[in-house]
């Protein structure tokens, strides 16, 4: 009879242990995830606030370079493109990403592009209201910056550990998969060639 007790506890015992392991590694694996979904969340508001103020941009640019058409629609056109790829945070796999980076990318070159046609206008360079915008973007491309490199890193935990061994095998039962991480536009390793 004390036999089957002690049967009965270690079995208890070993359930518990198990119980515990299992859990704890399941409670990290979400922790980890939804962080990684915070992070993003934190990278479209950024990207929002670039696109919420490229009207006002635009719109201070038209007044003094109107006939610069082509260059103040590619603007409006890549902000609108850049708007509508939206990603839910569920959703986040390497197709989806790269659809949201390339529309993102999209809209710096046309700002890019934007800025060059400025540099013709010295009068709108003064101009208060354009400084202050550019600034506020300029900020903007920062945060966009810093944003991109915490959602990177939460990310780069996440697969870490989700990658490890045995979590690894529990990760592929419980459905938890790599997510994408932000990478650099092709030959951004190459410095742009400057002449005068």
């Given at each position: 009879m004390k036999k089957i007790w002690i049967v009965v506890i270690v079995i208890v015992i070993l359930g518990f242990v198990g119980?515990?392991?299992?859990?704890?590694?399941?409670?990290g694996m979400v922790t980890m995830s939804e962080n990684v979904d915070g992070q993003w969340a934190q990278v479209e508001n950024v990207y929002q606030r670039r696109a919420d103020l490229i009207p006002n941009l635009v719109e201070v640019v038209k007044g003094y370079a109107s006939h610069e058409k082509e260059t103040l629609e590619g603007v409006i056109n890549a902000r609108a493109k850049a708007t509508s790829v939206n990603i839910d945070a569920n959703n986040l796999n390497a197709e989806t990403f790269a659809k949201f980076q390339q529309a993102q990318e999209g809209l710096t070159g046309a700002l890019s592009k934007l800025m060059v046609v400025v540099e013709r206008y010295p009068d709108l360079k003064a101009n208060q209201n354009f400084l202050e915008l550019q600034s506020q973007l300029e900020g903007t491309e920062n945060r966009i910056t810093v944003e991109r490199q915490k959602f990177n890193t939460a990310t780069k935990e996440y697969n870490t550990y989700i990658k490890l061994f045995p979590k690894n095998m529990l990760a592929g039962m419980f459905g938890f998969s790599p997510k994408p991480y932000f990478a650099s536009q092709m030959g951004a390793e190459t410095a742009p060639k400057v002449s005068f």
């Open positions: 119980y515990s392991w299992f859990k704890g590694i399941y409670n």
